[in-house]
């Protein structure tokens, strides 16, 4: 069955970095464009960033533009999100998904504070 654990989450301050990482299994990793979003208290789920099966295109939302990146080994079956200059608005839960089919990550906390 498909599985996708991610990890890297973490307390960190203002201005600093995070890399999360999404360990994927139970299906055929590079065929499938994967996901990252994210959740703040109070506030709906959105997009982060979002990169195809190859991992020739990417795109970002515009609140992370700059800051952050996603990429992938597909043959290690994991994608990466490196956030740097992070902002206490960045604070959220971060989720890992594979696009086709909607399956979600557990989620990993996220905290930019001082």
């Known amino acids: 069955q498909v599985q996708l654990v991610e990890a890297g989450g973490g307390l960190v301050q203002p201005g600093g970095s995070l890399r999360l990482s999404c360990a994927a299994s139970?299906?055929?990793?590079?065929?499938?464009?994967m996901s990252w979003y994210r959740q703040a208290p109070g506030k709906e789920r959105e997009l982060v960033a979002a990169i195809t099966g190859p991992g020739g295109t990417t795109n970002y939302a515009d609140s992370v533009k700059g800051r952050f990146s996603i990429s992938r080994d597909n043959a290690k079956n994991t994608v990466y999100l490196q956030m740097n200059s992070l902002k206490p608005e960045d604070t959220a839960v971060y989720y890992c998904k594979r696009r086709v089919g909607g399956y979600w990550g557990q989620g990993t906390q996220v905290t930019v504070s001082s």
């Open positions: 139970g299906f055929t990793f590079s065929g499938y464009a």
